[in-house]
């Protein structure tokens, strides 16, 4: 921690302050006496001059209470101890050792620079200013800074995320350090996701929270990165080696946003010289906040306005405003060299009655350090005027500069311009003014440029480069969500500079700057400016610029042949990731290595234009591809060449070179225009095809093939069907013609005389008879073919016959006579029991009893007559004697005449004188009688009933 001490300057009011803005003041208070301070009083900052005289006189340093009404005191850092923090500047021969026996705790040393920090006893400081060894001493004044769930909106405005949208890539494997007062709540950003786990704290004991805020605006633009952090120090020393231990890590990007106060304001002091030393090696980028002091500030040269006092402008009062319960720092210098200064001026501060409330007025008497410095702290609860006094108490007029830290000055009186002061104006050093989010710079925001005397007079180009502030946090400790002030656009840049640098680590520290500031938005007038230096910073476009454009490059094969040539282009550029073509003929592609086809002669010339995100170039090569008009050769095929008609023929072009018309002709008459048509030849013949075929080129050709198609005639052979072949006139028969091939024409004879040119006539018979009908056909190619066939056409009769008789005994001969009118001429009967005869009139005997059907066709099948069971066949009934068909006691009485001869006998070999004779033996005689008697009384069996 910064040891705490006890300010001796504590001049209070005794009444309240009247407030009278624009009043004249009047300075009243008596003026210090220098001529007899000791060569070790000349060493102490006034301040520490007065603190060791109030000690002197009162035994101890005396608290000053500011309650009750007071306005206006001292700032004092009230401690129990009565230790005061110093600078201690040692002559360059000796080492800052000489200090130690008078110093309670020595807590740097910069042997470099001749400095060492201490904490000394205000009772040992005039012993330890008396050391020959002691150049100087000077209260060690505290610095000043600059000012996840959420991202800052510089993220979007600066392009940071558009850069890592194009490239994929968040920082991975930068290092970015940051210092500022503290980190002591960063875990609340790391809970919410805004800064990472494994941020490097490397110390923390200044205590603050605007570290973390700083490391979160740094993460959400380089998200990949490594983050560190180290606190401020309580002293230059102890800042330096903050920044070493930073860069001792790894960090090739440092960033901070604190200002030292008290460092020299018109040469390099002992931070400025030493950042600048470490950029000189080219290995880290350093980026500062440029400061919030343009409303504190005032620089002009020094004009005598009467008894030493310096005019401001027609005053010479400085009007500055603090504000309430603020304590203030007001610094004044000059420009001397520091440790050399031999012009003296003394600082007052005053209230608006024109009371002194602060004043510092150390001695410069040419080995002293151009600066005087007092504090004051308002009390009240309101922002009140007071008014800072500058006299010359000796020497030359020289260069006056003047901040009022924590407090502004009057708008007619401030100077903006040169406000960038301390390491931030160092020229190594990136210094970052903030602007809003219209990019116009903000009221507080320090500018340019800055005035360095020693070494050499210059003025440095500064702020460098602008970003934006007024961003989101998450306020973690209580720290404001919403980050102004310089010290939140500086960490924007830093983190864009380690991003891009991380994907272009050949470049060096200065050519990452000097590609940073070329590629800013410039803002306010054209070209670097002191407002917003080289204008709003931008990551893509500095990526841009990190970057060569592609060179150029491709061949290709074949470049030369007839169209249509195919040609395989090979991109050989290098590091282009985009491709545009031009093919010389209109054609354009954008793949890296496109095949493009040249559909017409000519020499071309082809271009490519190589792209990337670095920028593009385009190799052109004039006339490069050659395309000549292709050969062209008239051909062609088919897929057969004889055949019968209608014959089909699909024709092929197989034309070597490009047509695009065609003209056949199939030797027929007919012709085509269709490159691969298909003809039907209609006619028998041989025929010569040909082909003529043209290009876009303007060639032409034809190919011709005699006799190349042989169509035949197909086969003529004549055929038809009837639908009967015989009928009974009239009768009409259905012809059809089923003739093979083509018939065109048809002639029918139906050979009764009747003819049909009909294909398929119906011809009426009407007188019977067969007929010889013949068919003659005729196709178109002149062939004759012929076929006949017979038709029977039938007069219909209507048979009849008689019989001599039905029935009988069998054998049974039966007379059969035909009763046919006339025009019979054929009979066919069928007696029924499987017996036929082809005579007119037969004589059939049924030899097996049976009722028979007998039927009698005509003419073959010009009529018949059937009666069913015409004929009955009877067995041979023996005892029936009468031949009534039955056997009763009236046979036996015929038997018995018959022996007596009352009635004839009948004679041997008829069917009755078998039935008699039923002993068959051949007589007739009484037994048979006797037997049929027994028989009709049942001594008789039935054997005898049939034989």
Request: aromatic share 10%; hydrophobic share 40%.
């Amino acid at each position: 921690m910064r040891p705490k001490t006890r300010a001796a300057l504590a001049f209070m009011l005794g009444v309240a302050l009247l407030m009278s803005a624009g009043a004249a003041v009047t300075f009243t208070d008596s003026l210090p006496d220098k001529t007899n301070l000791t060569d070790g009083e000349k060493k102490l900052s006034s301040e520490l001059l007065d603190l060791v005289r109030a000690s002197e006189e009162n035994g101890a340093v005396m608290e000053t209470d500011v309650a009750g009404g007071q306005i206006f005191g001292a700032s004092a850092e009230e401690s129990p101890e009565d230790t005061v923090y110093v600078y201690v500047t040692v002559d360059p021969a000796a080492s800052t050792a000489v200090i130690d026996a008078y110093a309670s705790a020595v807590t740097g040393r910069d042997e470099g620079y001749h400095l060492a920090a201490a904490v000394v006893p205000v009772a040992a400081l005039a012993d330890l200013a008396a050391l020959p060894e002691v150049v100087s001493v000077m209260r060690v004044l505290p610095p000043m800074v600059n000012a996840g769930s959420v991202d800052t909106e510089g993220d979007t405005l600066l392009r940071a995320k558009a850069f890592r949208n194009a490239t994929g890539y968040g920082g991975a494997g930068v290092r970015i350090g940051i210092i500022s007062d503290g980190v002591d709540h960063i875990e609340t950003a790391v809970a919410s996701g805004d800064l990472p786990e494994d941020v490097h704290v490397l110390s923390n004991e200044q205590g603050g929270n605007e570290g973390t805020a700083m490391l979160e605006i740094v993460h959400d633009i380089a998200p990949d990165a490594d983050l560190y952090f180290h606190d401020h120090g309580s002293s230059w020393i102890e800042f330096n080696a903050a920044i070493d231990a930073l860069a001792a890590a790894g960090c090739t990007v440092i960033c901070d946003d604190i200002a030292w106060t008290t460092v020299p304001y018109f040469q390099d002091g002992i931070i400025a010289s030493h950042i600048q030393s470490l950029v000189d090696e080219g290995e880290i980028i350093y980026v500062s906040s440029a400061g919030n002091y343009a409303k504190a500030h005032y620089q002009g040269g020094y004009v005598d306005g009467g008894n030493g006092w310096h005019d401001f402008g027609g005053d010479i009062e400085l009007p500055f405003t603090v504000p309430a319960g603020a304590s203030i720092f007001v610094v004044l210098e000059w420009n001397d060299p520091w440790g050399s200064s031999s012009n003296d001026y003394d600082l007052y501060v005053y209230d608006s009655l024109g009371t002194k409330i602060a004043s510092s007025t150390g001695p410069q008497d040419g080995d002293d350090n151009p600066i005087e410095y007092a504090s004051v702290r308002n009390t009240g609860a309101s922002a009140a005027k007071a008014y800072i006094g500058v006299k010359k108490y000796s020497g030359s007029a020289r260069a006056l500069e003047i901040f009022t830290f924590g407090a502004s000055v009057d708008a007619s009186y401030s100077t903006t311009a040169d406000s960038v002061f301390g390491h931030q104006a160092a020229e190594g050093v990136i210094a970052v003014g903030s602007i809003d989010y219209a990019d116009v710079i903000r009221y507080y925001s320090s500018r340019g440029p800055s005035t360095i005397s020693y070494p050499v007079a210059v003025q440095r180009e500064k702020p460098e480069i602008s970003a934006t502030d007024g961003v989101s946090v998450t306020g973690s400790g209580g720290f404001p969500s919403t980050f102004y002030g310089t010290s939140a656009a500086a960490p924007h840049v830093a983190a864009i500079s380690g991003l891009v640098w991380g994907l272009a680590p050949d470049l060096s520290a200065a050519e990452v700057r000097e590609k940073m500031l070329s590629t800013a938005e410039d803002l306010g007038t054209g070209g670097f400016d002191t407002i917003y230096g080289y204008g709003r910073v931008d990551a893509f476009d500095l990526f841009l610029a990190t970057g060569e454009a592609p060179t150029a490059s491709f061949n290709a094969a074949p470049l030369s042949g007839p169209a249509p040539l195919t040609v395989t282009f090979t991109d050989l550029s290098v590091g282009a990731t985009a491709w545009q073509w031009s093919f010389g003929d209109g054609g354009a592609s954008t793949e890296q290595h496109p095949v493009h086809t040249y559909a017409m002669p000519g020499t071309y010339t082809v271009s490519l234009t190589a792209s990337s995100l670095f920028g593009s170039t385009t190799a052109e090569k004039a006339g490069y591809v050659t395309v000549t008009a292709p050969a062209l050769a008239a051909n062609f095929s088919a897929n057969r060449t004889a055949g019968t008609v209608p014959f089909a023929v699909q024709f092929n072009d197989t034309t070597a070179g490009a047509p695009l018309a065609w003209n056949w002709s199939f030797g027929d008459g007919v012709t085509s225009t269709e490159q691969h048509p298909l003809h039907t030849y209609l006619m028998p013949g041989n025929y010569t095809v040909s082909l003529a075929v043209a290009d876009a080129y303007g060639s032409m050709d034809t190919a011709a093939a005699e006799g190349y198609v042989t169509a035949e005639a197909p086969p003529l052979v004549a055929a038809f069907t009837t639908n009967v072949t015989s009928g009974f006139v009239p009768f009409a028969v259905g012809f059809n013609d089923t003739t093979a091939g083509a018939p065109v024409a048809w002639n029918w004879s139906f050979g009764d005389n009747g003819t049909s040119i009909e294909r398929h006539p119906i011809h009426a018979y009407t007188m019977p008879g067969i007929y010889t009908v013949n068919l003659t056909v005729t196709d178109a190619y002149g062939a004759v073919s012929g076929n006949e066939t017979i038709i029977r056409a039938k007069l219909l009769l209507h048979p009849a016959f008689s019989v001599n008789l039905t029935a009988g005994v069998v054998p049974l001969a039966v007379c059969f006579t035909d009763l046919t009118a006339a025009n019979a001429s054929a009979w066919l009967w069928s007696f029924g029991d499987g017996n036929t005869s082809i005579e007119q009139h037969p004589v059939h005997t049924y030899t097996v009893a049976g009722a028979y059907t007998v039927s009698l066709t005509v003419n073959g099948d010009c009529g018949s007559v059937t009666k069913s069971g015409y004929i009955n066949a009877l067995p041979l009934l023996y005892g029936d004697a009468n031949n009534d068909g039955t056997v009763n006691q009236a046979d036996t009485l015929r038997v018995l005449r018959e022996v007596v001869g009352i009635v004839d006998m009948p004679p041997a070999g008829i069917d009755r004188f078998q039935k008699t004779d039923v002993h068959r033996n051949g007589a007739i005689e009484v037994g048979d009688a006797l037997f049929i008697a027994q028989f009709n009384v049942g001594l008789r069996d039935v054997w005898f009933e049939i034989v």
